[in-house]
Nanobody
Framework: VQLQACGGGLVQAGGSLRLSCAAS????????MGWFRQTPGKEREFVAT????????YYADSVKGRFTISTDNAERLMYLQMNNLKPEDTALYSC???????????????WGQGTQVTVSS
């Protein structure tokens, strides 16, 4: 099982990026997948999740209306379209299979290695 995230980079505030997460092995068989982000010294933060079977998506309030999570089941890819980016969106973004929150900490069956997004003001 492997998750490979890519698409990060440096962008000016107001710009857009699209992150991709390629899932190999059993990873894409998971119904519940998501994107998370983390900055140094802080806990991993929920960004967006998708329950593929129901077509249901969930977003953190901080990204609602700006970010869109989607999947391409044929290509075994998950995307995060990020528009109107803000400096506070700067973080290492990771994709995950079957994420769940235990107390204050997010855990998942599998995590991708992360892709850095930096938004300049």
């Amino acid at each position: 099982v492997q998750l490979q995230a890519c698409g990060g980079g440096l962008v000016q505030a107001g710009g857009s990026l699209r992150l991709s997460c390629a899932a190999s092995g059993r990873a894409f068989s998971y119904d519940f997948m998501g994107w998370f982000r983390q900055t140094p010294g802080k806990e991993r933060e929920f960004v967006a999740t998708v329950r593929k079977s129901a077509g249901m998506t969930y977003y953190a309030d901080s990204v609602k209306g700006r970010f869109t999570i989607s999947t391409d089941n044929a290509e075994r890819l998950m995307y995060l379209q990020m528009n109107n980016l803000k400096p506070e969106d700067t973080a290492l973004y990771s994709c995950a299979c079957n994420p769940k929150k235990l107390g204050l900490v997010w855990q998942a069956d599998y995590w991708g290695q992360g892709t850095q997004v930096t938004v300049s003001s």
